[in-house]
């Protein structure tokens, strides 16, 4: 069996993903594609990880697993979505940097199923608009809460992924730019759903609805299927156009009103966030999805 587990980031997805794929279950479950509704297990899942730290899970605790989120008797995958599988939000920051106890989360998940192919999902994003939007969704936080006095020109994503390849060898880790999310969707649907690029499915244009006018999406739509693009990058190319066209300014624009922000500040941690990137995608041991 494949276990996927994708595990947020914090502030990249929302549910979007899992949502799609949900749509898609008539399609999916067939072929063996289980795609559980979060709420069952957004909280179990991490409550019985805690306990496997130290070492598998047996067999009785996977029956527990798979009784709580499937109904079907058998899957050949199975897609957890959710973004406090990786932790709460309030811990998303810490003194070394984006989420400290990313490799004991990891480990204990890998626990769970011990026997199964384990795939883990991962969206970056962009440190200068990830810690306003942390600081919205957090309860009463603010920014000193948030941080912790940790510089944000400090933080970087290319250490969290090289503790996960550390600690565990042969990790199977796909990573992507929560930014470049509208030009991937259909192969991040695909890829978390373990099926070849030419596989129909719902969902295509689940977030470009979200971010751009209908009138735009209504036209990219009637294009794409007058001029079906000859491979994935030109269907890319023709959103990118659209978008830059038709694109909710609100929906894809963020203003970053954090104290002592500069537009100077914005831009060098966007600097330094760039380089990080540069250096993840070179990374061979992992799944880098880019446009």
Known sequence: ?????????????????????????????????????????????????????????????QKVILDAVMEEEKAERLVFSHDYLIGFPRGAIS???????????????????????????????????????????????????VMGGVDPLCLRWAPVVQRLLTALPGIDLTVWCNEDTPLIWPELLRNMAGLPAEAEMEGDFDLLSSIMSEVGLSRLKAFLESHPPRSISQRRRIVMAFLDKFALKDEIEMEIPLPGWTADLVEAITAVYDADVAEIEAIPEIDFIAP
């Open 95 to 145: 003194e070394i940097g984006f989420y400290k106890g990313v490799v004991e989360r990891i480990t204990a998940f890998s626990n769970l199923f011990p026997d199964a192919q384990n795939e883990f999902h991962l969206a970056l994003r962009n440190p200068a608009t990830m810690i306003p939007a942390l600081i919205a969704r957090i309860p009463d936080a603010t920014y000193e809460s």
């Open 1 to 61: 069996m494949q276990i996927v587990y994708h595990i947020g980031a914090h502030c990249t997805d929302e549910d979007r993903l899992v949502r799609s794929l949900l749509k898609s279950r008539g399609v999916l479950a067939p072929q063996g594609i289980i795609v559980p509704a979060p709420r069952l297990y957004r909280q179990i899942l991490p409550r019985i990880a805690q306990s496997m730290n130290d070492g598998p899970a047996g067999a009785e605790t």
